[in-house]
C-alpha cells in the first residue's frame, strides 16, 4: 500500500480531498464552481448544458470511481471548442492545474455524500460551497435514451423533512451546476492491479 498523505476534507492540489483509497489514490473536488463559458441562463453564470440534447456520445456512460476523466476526454474529442459541462471542466486551470474533468456518476455521489466535510473545508479556505441545486456528472445515460445524463442534488427533502443528497437524470440540454474534480497527483487510474 502507497502512503496515504491527505485525509477526507485537506486542502491540497487546488481542492478538497474527499474521496481516497486504500491504495493511496484519490480525488479533489474544486474549490469553487467553474462559471459558464456562454450564456445558458440569464440568471445564472454557473449552469450549463451537459451537451446536445439527440447526440449519444459512445462511452460516456460509465458510471465508475476514475471513469469521470475518460467520460471528459470522450466528450470534448468528440466537441471540441463548446461551452458544455465537460468542456468548462477541461478547460479550466483553477489553481493552477490543468487536468480537472466533470466527475462520473460515482464521483458526483461520493463528493455529495461528503458535503458537509467539503463545505467545512471550503469555508476554511475561501472557496464556494456546495450549492443546494442539481449538479452535472459526466456519465449519460444509456443509449436506448439519449436524452439524459446522470447527475445530483446535494440535498432533497421527504415530506418537508431535510434529507441527504439524491441521484437522478436530466435532460441534457438544461443548464445546471458544474463542479470539476481531479486526481490526486493526476492519477486516475484506480485499479488495485496497478497501485504499487
Not at 29 to 57: K, R
Not at 101 to 111: C, I, M, Q, R, V
Not at 121 to 129: A, F, L, Q, V, Y
Request: with cysteine; glycine share 8%; net charge negative.
Amino acid at each position: 500500500m502507497v502512503g496515504i498523505t491527505q485525509n477526507i476534507g485537506d486542502f491540497y492540489q487546488g481542492g478538497i480531498v474527499f474521496y481516497l483509497n486504500s491504495f493511496g489514490k484519490g480525488l479533489i473536488i474544486g474549490s469553487s464552481y467553474n462559471q459558464a463559458t456562454y450564456q445558458w441562463s440569464a440568471q445564472d453564470n454557473l449552469v450549463s448544458d451537459w451537451g446536445p440534447n439527440l447526440h449519444f456520445y459512445a462511452v460516456t456512460e460509465d458510471t465508475s470511481i476514475g471513469t469521470g476523466w475518460l467520460n471528459t476526454a470522450i466528450f470534448i474529442n468528440d466537441h471540441p471548442n463548446e461551452h458544455y459541462a465537460a468542456n468548462i471542466c477541461y478547460n479550466s486551470t483553477l489553481a493552477g492545474y490543468n487536468d480537472w474533468f466533470l466527475p462520473s456518476k460515482d464521483e458526483l455521489w461520493l463528493a455529495m455524500l461528503k458535503i458537509s466535510i467539503i463545505d467545512s473545508s471550503i469555508n476554511s479556505n475561501r472557496g464556494d460551497t456546495i450549492l443546494p441545486n442539481f449538479h452535472w456528472s459526466s456519465t449519460q445515460t444509456s443509449a436506448k435514451d439519449i436524452r439524459y445524463a446522470y447527475g445530483a442534488w446535494p440535498f432533497s427533502s421527504i415530506n418537508g423533512i431535510p434529507n441527504g443528497p439524491v441521484q437522478v437524470t436530466n435532460s441534457k440540454n438544461m443548464p445546471y451546476l458544474v463542479r470539476a474534480v481531479r486526481c490526486i497527483d493526476g492519477d486516475c487510474n484506480f485499479s488495485a492491479t496497478n497501485s504499487v
